[in-house]
């Protein structure tokens, strides 16, 4: 029994492209793209000096348009994707917010374009390139920590760009074992294995927990101002976005400008999945934003949390169950969600709102950078009143009386 269960587990890893130890991260990113690309690297190794310069966009305007056919192996374009995103939002925002580009020329629009189809993924910028696969050790013999990761390609920020994208891909490091957990319960839940239930829950409530104090490691590393004033409008997207009200046109690409959301928090595949399982469906506005940002996600990833959407209800799997203790077990995975949800929504205050405040105050915003964001965030969204709205979903989850005891 065991080694079927383990040998079911692996067949999932695999085809939800999971690693056990990394959840969705991408195991080993490359670094290094064939010759033939170096000026992709070039660029993107040495962004944001070219950023604050001002000369990227003179050097994309020189660039060859490059195919990508010489890219044959996932993380080779998983490089090439990030390269491209980085490049891409670089070019768009360098002059700041009051200057965005209009037109992404064909040189970037047309590769990018192409390297996206061949991944499933929207040709900008979104959390599973700038988190998921933009990492790699300083000392590849030690240590997944903070003090010898470093990020593959940087956006101004300086230390807090590194710290915002590193504290990020460690939330989500810390989600592996819940990812682990909920697979686990999904199986359990066919042959109602009431104690392999209980056991995958309580996996999923551990790594909840932890995915919150790593959260907090972001005070630490990321400055509220550098944040808001500078990273914030290099990770902002083209669509609901008000300096970019009719989206970014793609040379060589489409005849109509295109709408596409910047990264953000809401593109983590491991908080729908924890959301999947636990049956907490969100509603009207915030429900369409978070399905609407599965397209953003690396279709395998996709595909685990529809899997878990597909299950039959846990939440009414538990009420039509006697067992207290599995009842107990759901409502503790259910309140560190909750907890992590109220965490991210008192960050986003100190890290946004706050220092937006300030600006506002004393009339003089960085660049004219971070003011036209205060209401949205970088995905186009009402971000308090998506916060909120999700996290009072989740609350309404609780399942308040316990199954009557027999």
């Not at 079927?4 to 490359?30: C, H, M, V, W, Y």
């Not at 008192?346 to 960085?366: E, S, W």
């Not at 036209?372 to 989850?397: D, I, P």
């Amino acid at each position: 029994m065991e080694t079927n269960s383990r040998e079911t587990l692996q067949a999932d890893f695999d085809a939800f492209d999971i690693s056990e130890k990394l959840g969705f991260l991408l195991e080993e990113p490359l670094t290094d793209l064939p010759d033939y690309y170096q000026e992709w690297l070039d660029l993107a190794n040495n962004l944001t000096h070219l950023i604050e310069v001002r000369k990227l966009r003179d050097l994309v305007h020189k660039m060859p348009v490059l195919s990508p056919h010489l890219l044959t192996d996932h993380r080779e374009l998983r490089l090439a994707h990030l390269a491209l995103g980085f490049i891409s939002m670089g070019y768009v925002w360098q002059e700041g917010q009051h200057a965005p580009a209009q037109i992404l020329p064909k040189a970037l629009a047309l590769p990018y374009w192409l390297v996206s189809c061949r991944l499933g993924l929207p040709p900008i910028l979104t959390y599973a390139d700038s988190v998921l696969a933009n990492w790699k050790l300083r000392d590849p013999t030690g240590n997944m920590e903070i003090g010898n990761m470093d990020l593959i390609f940087s956006l101004p920020g300086g230390e807090s760009c590194r710290g915002f994208f590193m504290v990020s891909l460690l939330v989500e490091m810390a989600a592996s074992s819940g990812i682990t957990g909920a697979l686990e319960v999904m199986h359990a839940m066919k042959i109602s294995d009431l104690i392999a239930i209980q056991k995958g829950l309580v996996k999923v409530t551990q790594s909840l927990k932890k995915m919150k104090e790593t959260f907090k490691l972001m005070h630490n590393h990321v400055d509220p101002t550098a944040f808001h004033g500078t990273l914030r409008i290099f990770v902002s997207g083209w669509r609901d976005n008000p300096k970019l009200p009719r989206g970014l046109l793609y040379e060589g690409v489409s005849n109509e400008p295109i709408l596409l959301s910047g990264a953000s928090a809401a593109q983590s595949s491991a908080i729908q999945c924890f959301d999947a399982l636990l049956c907490i469906q969100h509603e009207d506005e915030a429900g369409a934003f978070l399905t609407r940002m599965r397209d953003y996600m690396p279709p395998a990833h996709r595909q685990q949390i529809e899997a878990l959407s597909e299950c039959p209800s846990l939440r009414d799997f538990i009420l039509s169950n006697s067992s207290s203790d599995l009842c107990q077990a759901y409502n503790s995975c259910v309140s560190a969600l909750v907890d992590l949800r109220n965490y991210h929504l008192n960050t986003v205050t100190k890290y946004i709102i706050v220092p937006g405040n300030r600006a506002r105050a004393m009339g003089c915003p960085l660049r004219g950078e971070g003011t036209e964001l205060n209401a949205t965030g970088t995905s186009g969204s009402s971000f308090m009143v998506f916060l909120k709205s999700v996290r009072n979903t989740t609350q309404k989850a609780l399942i308040l009386e316990g199954p009557p005891l027999i």
